[in-house]
Every structure is written in structure tokens, then in C-alpha cells.
T-cell receptor, first 110, second 114 residues
Framework: EADIYQTPRYLVIGTGKKITLECSQTMGHDKMYWYQQDPGMELHLIHY???????EKGDLSSESTVSRIRTEHFPLTLESARPSHTSQYLC?????????FGQGTRLTVV | KNQVEQSPQSLIILEGKNCTLQ??????????LRWYKQDTGRGPVSLTI?????NTKSNGRYTATLDADTKQSSLHITASQLSDSASYIC?????????????FGRGTQLTVWP
């Protein structure tokens, strides 16, 4: 059983609102990732982190931002949500052998 | 160009039949290769992980193979069940000193019919 948690699981929010998607893991992993996935499509890396105070943008350009103040916590923030941000967001963490994924947050911006 | 290519893109088989999914990669330096199963609307769940020195790994009805020389992997599913219907994703990790980044294939969508 993977100890990585995302909240909320589902979120419907109006355009222009600020939102934060939470991701926490209790495995002590240094590496954490955020992926964006549209229905039936591949996962796209939008942010990753090597450890505390280390964050990098991924392959897919995203208007979201992330922070890594604590090892176990890797929140993703959208300052002003738009309908184009509607998607599923998956958080993952890994050590040198294994990666674990959260259940995802399905975001709908109306 | 994606560094991890999977085939076929989608596959439909009858319950009880076997199938094989393919993964070719160009990621270098190579660290490990993982196969994940992703049910619709859920996060991916790991099936197998193989390092450079391993060429086969089994997990129940799932058997993964790896040829690090040709940079190819396959996932063989035996005696398929309806619950095997999902997307199967090949993920390769590089051996960068600080990164160990994950490279994802687009996945193979498997549908098992009764």
C-alpha cells in the first residue's frame, strides 16, 4: 500500500479562483512529481522536485506553481483557475527503485 | 520525440486469452523500467520493476521482460480477466546523478471482453 495522498479527489471551481492541490507522502522520498492527464491521454510531467527547496518545471508548460518546504509535502497552486486547467492532476514520489502515485485530483473549472 | 514508445496503442482481447504489450525506449543512461496499470480515473499502480541486470520479472499473471541491449521490454498477461481492462504504462527512469527522472510511454489501452 502506497503512502501518498492527494486532496481533494474532486474539485469543481469557478474561473478566476485560486486553488491549491495537496500532495503528501510518508515514505521519506526526496523525489516528487506532478503530472497532468486528460481523459484517455498520456501523463505529462508539469513539475518535479529533488528535495526540500528544489523545484523544476517539467516537459509540459503549466501556469501552476509548486513549493517544497517539507520533504513530505508538495502542493500545487493555480493562482487564477481557467477552464483550460480542467484535467486530472496526479502526484507521485519515488526512491531509486520505485515510484508511487496518488489517486489523483480531478479538477473542473467552470 | 518521446523517449518511451509503446505498442499497440489499444488492444481488445477475449477473456482467458493471453496478450503481450511492447515498450521500446531510448532513455540513457538507463536505471530501471517499470510497468504500471492504470484503471480509469485512478492513479497508476506498479506491476513490475526491472533494473539493468534483470531480464524477466513476474507478478502473478503478469510477466515482464527486459532486453537492455536492444532497449526493449514486454509485458505478457496470461489468462486475461475482465479486471485486466486498463491502461498499461511503461515508465523508464534514467540514472542522472540528481534526477532519476521518469519517462512515460503513452500507454496501451487493454480491453478484455467476456
Amino acid at each position: 500500500e502506497a503512502d501518498i495522498y492527494q486532496t481533494p479527489r474532486y474539485l469543481v471551481i469557478g474561473t478566476g479562483k485560486k486553488i491549491t492541490l495537496e500532495c503528501s507522502q510518508t515514505m521519506g522520498h526526496d523525489k516528487m512529481y506532478w503530472y497532468q492527464q486528460d481523459p484517455g491521454m498520456e501523463l505529462h510531467l508539469i513539475h518535479y522536485s529533488y528535495g526540500v527547496n528544489s523545484t523544476e518545471k517539467g516537459d509540459l508548460s503549466s501556469e501552476s506553481t509548486v513549493s517544497r518546504i517539507r520533504t513530505e509535502h508538495f502542493p500545487l497552486t493555480l493562482e487564477s483557475a481557467r477552464p483550460s486547467h480542467t484535467s486530472q492532476y496526479l502526484c507521485a514520489s519515488s526512491d531509486f527503485r520505485q515510484a508511487f502515485f496518488g489517486q489523483g485530483t480531478r479538477l473542473t473549472v467552470v | 520525440k518521446n523517449q518511451v514508445e509503446q505498442s499497440p496503442q489499444s488492444l481488445i482481447i477475449l477473456e482467458g486469452k493471453n496478450c503481450t504489450l511492447q515498450c521500446n525506449y531510448t532513455v540513457s543512461p538507463f536505471s530501471n523500467l517499470r510497468w504500471y496499470k492504470q484503471d480509469t480515473g485512478r492513479g497508476p499502480v506498479s506491476l513490475t520493476i526491472m533494473t539493468f541486470s534483470e531480464n524477466t520479472k513476474s507478478n502473478g499473471r503478469y510477466t515482464a521482460t527486459l532486453d537492455a541491449d536492444t532497449k526493449q521490454s514486454s509485458l505478457h498477461i496470461t489468462a486475461s480477466q475482465l479486471s485486466d481492462s486498463a491502461s498499461y504504462i511503461c515508465v523508464v527512469s534514467d540514472r542522472g546523478s540528481t534526477l532519476g527522472r521518469l519517462y512515460f510511454g503513452r500507454g496501451t489501452q487493454l480491453t478484455v471482453w467476456p
